[in-house]
């Protein structure tokens, strides 16, 4: 009998330890590196979830690479992208609340003095952007002198040594570049082709997670405490300066 009472209290412990560890919720992102953007969102976002109790954690990938772990199912999904993201993975569910937002800025030659006021406008030019990334792929889409890049700092370095005409990245992260690496020949040109709304994405085998998290976004969007948010995580990475793309 006390035997059985042993082996009783035993399986009751184990029990409660199985259900402690069940309750634990967590999930495993990935965002793309060396984006400045993307630095921001792994500061906001772990903050966010922590509201619902839940631990996440997040890898930075090229943005191809970033893309197929969180389509596959590999990872849970992304920190942030655009809308179209979506519209191009079914299998990945948007966060309706967007909760940060990325420029689409050419960055030129001072001395040139590119006009470059839509689109239209880098058709005759040569253009290096990083590779992967979905804003700077649409707004390039069918134009045929388009060079592909592993970070900001690279396509800002041919826009100075004269390699290409325009450097296409957040404006953010492109001015980051130009401070960090004291740039002073590159500018941007002084209008943002397009203002992009960026939205968390989860992988459709946690669907359930979508409303729990957007409720959350939405509620600290209303009440101001996500700008707060956003803006002491913009103020931390533009410390951190060249540590980004020295990684």
């Not at 330890?17 to 921001?40: K, R």
């Not at 990872?75 to 609340?97: F, H, K, Q």
């Not at 397009?194 to 957007?214: G, M, N, S, T």
């Amino acid at each position: 009998m006390q035997i059985y009472l042993m082996l009783t209290k035993w399986l009751l412990i184990g029990l409660s330890l199985s259900t402690g560890v069940a309750a634990a919720e967590s999930y495993h992102f990935a965002s793309i590196n060396l984006l400045a953007e993307q630095e921001v969102g792994r500061i906001v976002l772990p903050e966010l979830y922590k509201k619902l109790n839940i631990n996440i954690s997040i890898s930075p990938f090229p943005g191809k690479r970033a893309e197929y772990t969180a389509v596959s199912g590999q990872l849970d999904g992304e920190i942030m992208r655009i809308y179209s993201y979506g519209e191009e993975n079914p299998a990945m569910i948007r966060v309706p609340t967007a909760y940060y937002y990325l420029e689409t800025m050419p960055f030129v030659l001072k001395s040139r003095n590119l006009r470059i006021l839509d689109r239209d406008d880098l058709r005759p030019l040569s253009i290096a952007k990083v590779r992967g990334v979905k804003h700077t792929n649409n707004i390039t889409a069918g134009m045929t002198n388009v060079h592909n890049f592993d970070s900001p700092a690279e396509i800002m370095r041919m826009v100075a040594q004269g390699f290409v005409d325009v450097a296409l990245t957040n404006t953010l992260g492109g001015l980051l570049v130009i401070e960090g690496f004291q740039i002073e020949t590159v500018v941007p040109s002084g209008k943002a082709l397009d203002r992009l709304d960026l939205f968390h994405y989860i992988h459709q085998d946690h669907k359930d997670l979508v409303p729990r998290i957007d409720a959350v976004i939405a509620q600290s969007l209303a009440s101001g405490e996500l700008e707060k948010m956003i803006a002491a995580a913009e103020k931390q990475v533009i410390e951190q300066g060249t540590t980004i793309y020295s990684r």
